[in-house]
C-alpha cells in the first residue's frame, strides 16, 4: 500500500512581464493580443503575411 501525503500543492508563482505588463505563469509561454511571448521575447507573432 501507498501511504498518503501530508503535502499539497502550493499557489502558482505569477510573473509580470516588465516589456507588456502582462502577468503570466512563470516559465509558460502567454499570448498578448496575437502574439505568442515566452521569456519576455516574441515566439510567434499574430501578424503573418504571406
Do not use: C, I
Amino acid at each position: 500500500m501507498k501511504r498518503r501525503t501530508h503535502q499539497r500543492a502550493g499557489t502558482p508563482t505569477v510573473s509580470k512581464d516588465p516589456n507588456t505588463g502582462e502577468m503570466h505563469l512563470r516559465h509558460r509561454a502567454y499570448k498578448v493580443g496575437e502574439d505568442l511571448y515566452y521569456r519576455g521575447k516574441v515566439v510567434v507573432s499574430g501578424s503573418t503575411e504571406a
